[in-house]
């Protein structure tokens, strides 16, 4: 490799080259590089390998393959770790104010390593929900040439369950309708190995809109975890980043504007996580994007929901997988002209060249329906304003729940004291849950309201209480609900001012959350309210609570003075 480019080694050549760094080659003889290896472009490989959830535990050989295909292709391929969390274990406790925040960490980590030891590209492979938006943060503060691997999703478990069918099963023990041996039945087999959560929830949601954006290869989102085809994957994505060197392509050539509108599409018409909103936002400001809220809106005017996928519909996304995944679908809204087919990819094509031989879905399957004959016609994802929002909040109604909610508010200080009110048959048909002071500094952390959504399904509510937030919801939640108010409780948004038994209404159709309370009355209550102390004062979640963003920004780290 003498005869390699050095400006496909700008990074690495600094850290490498010349007897000024002896040392830094003897550190790395140590691992295993030879002489000829230090002359490669090297690409660092971000692994969020852990046994901790089967969501990652299968991607430290998926990190191996994708630096066999680096190595393969003329490159010197370093493996790295970087964390990850388990939605699935900590919702409902104090550890799932963490998640959030692991989105952050994950970015910073990528950035440290990578910046630090002078990598020319990367792999990043990832599994749970937060490593996906996380990743790619992390890939787009850098702009070195990059592909983003999916870990790929689970099997159903027994009975075509999953992690949200235990968490609804946990609500209806509660109500008595599940004994503890059915309970423990469903516990035992709803998770039958690797791969991430089998629904359309944030995971595959994430996955999908990052091939849609671009930074992943054709088909990465849409593959079992644990199969030949994501071994592949994982080995083409290792080589794709040389090619992406020797045409010197970055993420900022990819991320571009009209890439996130195709991302957003695409999650619209599968009908994807509320948390995309959230991550998709986060990533674009990373790569300094202008895209907000409204962009939501607007695009949802015009895509319809085409995917009877879980949480809401009956299909997971192994299903998918067995029809073809996304591409047949992303063709189909290519050639209806929502797709800006002119996009560049990691492929080093256009998404357009990408799905021009793309065969369309068999002709009997039942998943993803007509275009012409769409489950609904614009987008389950809303954003609403009003005086409970008036920086907005994000709501996913499909429409089985209806679209318009109006009832009395039920009001919590916090996720467990909804819980517990939910579980003792306090919260009935009627009610607006209110759950506040969870928001990114609030909480902090913003909380998914898993636990609460499935306890409110359980106890066969789901159609009869709606539940608002300034925390979030797990791509698993559905029903009448509605996350991301900001500006949040503890800012002193209007959150805050909401006492037990007021009226509020949820319409999502004219995309308005509203308290029946008068300007007066509530600058009256304003003018009363006291901010709450801090609820962490040292560690992580301070540190978090005092440079995060709000919701409607992307609840983000690092934005600009």
């Known amino acids: 490799m003498s005869d390699t480019p050095k400006d496909s080694r700008r990074h690495s050549a600094p850290v490498v080259d010349g007897?000024?760094?002896?040392?830094?080659?003897?550190?790395?003889?140590?691992?295993?590089?030879?002489?000829?290896?230090?002359?490669?472009?090297?690409?660092?490989?971000?692994?969020?390998w852990s046994n901790l959830t089967p969501c990652n535990s299968h991607i430290d050989d998926l990190a191996w393959r994708a630096s066999d295909g680096a190595d393969a292709a003329g490159g010197k391929g370093v493996i790295f770790n970087t964390i990850t969390i388990s939605d699935g274990i900590a919702n409902g406790t104090e550890g799932m104010k963490y998640s959030l925040v692991s989105r952050e960490v994950i970015a910073d980590?990528?950035?440290?390593?990578?910046?630090?030891?002078?990598?020319?590209?990367?792999v990043a492979i990832g599994g749970c929900d937060k490593n996906m938006p996380g990743c790619l943060m992390g890939l787009a503060r850098l702009d070195r040439p990059s592909v983003f691997v999916y870990g790929g999703t689970i099997m159903p478990g027994e009975g075509h369950t999953d992690i949200v069918s235990v968490f609804e099963a946990m609500g209806a023990h509660s109500r008595?309708?599940?004994?503890?041996?059915?309970?423990?039945?469903?516990?035992?087999?709803?998770?039958?190995?690797?791969?991430?959560?089998?629904?359309?929830?944030?995971?595959?949601?994430?996955?999908s809109a990052i091939e849609a954006l671009g930074m992943s290869l054709p088909g990465s989102?849409?593959?079992?975890?644990?199969?030949?085809a994501k071994a592949a994957d994982c080995e083409a994505a290792g080589a794709a980043v040389l090619e992406l060197l020797a045409q010197d392509i970055k993420p900022s050539d990819i991320m571009t504007r009209q890439a996130f509108e195709n991302a957003i599409t695409v999650v619209i018409a599968l009908g994807g996580s509320t948390n995309a909103v959230l991550h998709l936002i986060a990533m674009?400001?990373?790569?300094?994007?202008?895209?907000?809220?409204?962009d939501f809106t607007e695009i949802g005017k015009r895509v319809p929901v085409l995917a009877d996928l879980r949480p809401s519909g009956h299909y997971m996304m192994s299903e998918l997988v067995a029809i073809g995944g996304i591409q047949p679908l992303m063709k189909v809204l290519l050639d209806a002209g929502m797709l800006h087919g002119d996009c560049l990819t990691v492929t080093g094509k256009t998404l357009a060249e990408n799905l021009a031989e793309v065969a369309p879905y068999p002709v009997d399957q039942k998943i993803i329906a007509p275009l012409e004959a769409p489950l609904k016609a614009e987008s389950h994802l809303r954003i609403l304003y009003g005086n409970l929002a008036p920086q907005g909040a994000v709501a996913k109604i499909t429409g089985k729940e209806g679209t318009r909610f109006s009832g009395s508010a039920r009001v919590f200080g916090s996720e467990e004291e909804a819980q517990a009110r939910i579980n003792d048959g306090s919260v009935v048909a009627g009610d607006v849950v209110v759950i506040r002071y969870e928001g990114p500094r609030g909480g902090?952390?913003?909380?998914?309201?898993?636990?609460?959504?499935?306890?409110?399904?359980?106890?066969?509510?789901?159609?009869?209480?709606?539940?608002?937030?300034?925390?979030?919801?797990?791509?698993?939640?559905?029903?009448f609900v509605v996350g991301h108010v900001s500006p949040e409780a503890f800012e002193g948004g209007?959150?805050?001012?909401?006492?037990?038994?007021?009226?509020?209404?949820?319409?999502?159709?004219?995309?308005?959350?509203?308290?029946?309370?008068?300007?007066?009355?509530?600058?009256?209550?304003?003018?009363?309210?006291?901010?709450?102390?801090?609820?962490?004062?040292?560690?992580?979640?301070?540190?978090?609570?005092?440079?995060?963003?709000?919701?409607?920004?992307?609840?983000?780290?690092?934005?600009?003075?």
Request: charged share 20%.
């Open 19 to 48: 007897p000024g760094k002896a040392a830094s080659r003897a550190m790395l003889r140590a691992v295993g590089f030879t002489d000829s290896d230090f002359m490669k472009p090297q690409i660092g490989i971000a692994s969020t």
């Open 109 to 122: 980590s990528i950035e440290t390593v990578a910046a630090c030891e002078g990598f020319d590209g990367l």
């Open 176 to 207: 008595g309708d599940l004994d503890l041996i059915e309970l423990k039945q469903i516990e035992e087999t709803a998770i039958p190995g690797p791969g991430s959560c089998g629904g359309m929830y944030t995971a595959n949601t994430m996955a």
């Open 221 to 228: 989102s849409a593959q079992n975890a644990v199969s030949h």
């Open 284 to 294: 674009a400001n990373t790569m300094n994007v202008d895209l907000s809220l409204e």
């Open 444 to 479: 902090p952390g913003m909380r998914e309201m898993l636990t609460p959504t499935s306890a409110i399904m359980g106890r066969g509510l789901g159609s009869q209480v709606a539940l608002i937030t300034d925390g979030r919801f797990s791509g698993g939640s559905h029903g």
């Open 494 to 561: 209007p959150l805050a001012l909401v006492e037990d038994g007021d009226t509020i209404t949820i319409d999502a159709e004219a995309d308005i959350i509203e308290v029946d309370l008068s300007d007066e009355e509530l600058a009256r209550r304003r003018s009363a309210w006291q901010q709450p102390a801090p609820r962490y004062t040292r560690g992580v979640l301070a540190k978090y609570a005092k440079t995060v963003s709000s919701a409607s920004q992307g609840a983000v780290t690092d934005l600009p003075e």
